[in-house]
């Protein structure tokens, strides 16, 4: 699932069944962990663009487990720098309003 920041400085691509996700912003993402109602825990962040190879394995599972959930994702082009963090923000606010 992509949601976005009420602020619209984050988005965050997570799973809501087992609350792993990565959260994105300008030009950093974290791993970020949601634990039913607490505060998310976040991960060391990495600099966009992110080269997968080098980052650690669970970040790649997580990254992983998105893509295979959501197929659609625009998560690769955003880490991958092919695609702006405000393109992003920006489709996901067009999306929102096809509803």
């Known amino acids: 699932m ?4 009420l602020d619209g400085t984050y ?3 997570s799973n809501t069944v087992h609350g792993f996700g990565i959260r994105v912003l300008e030009d950093r ?4 962990i949601q634990i039913a109602h607490d505060q998310p825990i976040f991960g060391h962040a990495h600099r966009i663009p992110v080269q997968l190879e080098t980052v ?3 970040v790649r599972l997580i990254v992983d487990d998105h893509l295979m959930n959501y197929p659609t994702s625009d998560l690769m ?3 991958a720098g092919k695609r702006s963090f405000q393109e992003a923000l920006d489709s996901r606010a067009k999306w929102k309003g096809r509803q």
């Open 2 to 5: 992509k949601t976005t920041g």
């Open 56 to 58: 650690p394995s669970h």
């Open 29 to 32: 993402c974290f791993v970020v």
């Open 77 to 79: 082009d955003v880490l």
């Open 11 to 13: 988005i965050d691509y």
